[in-house]
């Protein structure tokens, strides 16, 4: 039996017509480089996106066409490619927009972002460099929503949704944050802890919708008493606050705490009958740090907590401040 034999068909007209429309319609640049980095091939999508026809910059050197590349990542990589035949990539990252490349028909305004290949290959005897553009605006912008909303969740993450200020979370970040920070560098740090007086009367005589308005009416009017931008206003669960003062001792911690315990009073908010005050207050215990005796946030927590726990057995309605001869009885 012969054997048929399917001849592969020579090239023809109609082919390189193919190939001229397939390249026409290529969603990305396409840039051929002979080895005198002089351009042999420029795709629709580079003259739509540079506004420079095929026609004005073939035969050109492509560094010519765009002088801004020269000495920059791009003409390293054609180098380097040309001389290891190693493909070659441009960092997104580091490289947003190497070529000055727009959306069709804008030629200005702000660029696309592109992701750049480099490609070497010989064709007979002679060498070249395939350069592949893509725009990658679209994904870039995808990307950067998704941080944007990955932002805005960990930032929801560390506030409390009732009153506004930090939560319990960002309160323990912070603290440690600063502690490591006073630890190092031999500063200072002060903490405090208050609870409104009597709540549970307020909550039972004027109903909890009521009791959630005072807590948030208390957070903001403690919040706006920390004037700093590194103090961190606090909502340390249920109706007990929290405050982080870096760079504060127990002297200027005493006095800042004094100061919200005077402007929650004078808020005047109609306490409870069942309270021992007639207007809403609150006590409040302040401990500092000090080197190898409350250098833990375990340390100054308890410390605080207990001069919070003192506060309300003097009377409530004021200020404790723990002393350091405290800690060694």
Known sequence: MSETVHATPPATAGHAHLSTRALALADLGLIVLDAGQRIVLWNQWMASHSGQSAHRVLG???????????????????????????????????????????????????????????????EGKERYCLIQVSDISSTVGRERQLRGQAEALRAQSYVDGLTGIANRRHFDVALDRELRRAQRNGGQLSLLLMDIDSFKAYNDHFGHQQGDACLTLVAEAFAAMLQRPADLAARYGGEEFGAVLPDTGPEQAALVAETIRARIAALEVTHAPAAKRPYVTMSIGVASFAKDRLCTAETMLAAADNCLYAAKHAGRDCVIVHKLEETNA
């Open 60 to 122: 050109g050197d492509l560094f010519d066409v765009f002088p801004e590349l020269r000495g920059q990542r791009l003409e390293q990589a054609v180098h380097s490619a040309m001389q290891s035949k190693t493909p070659q990539q441009l960092s997104p990252g580091l490289n947003r927009s190497p070529f000055p490349l727009f959306p069709a028909g804008t030629w200005g305004g702000e660029r696309i972002e592109q992701a750049v290949s480099v490609t070497p290959f010989t």
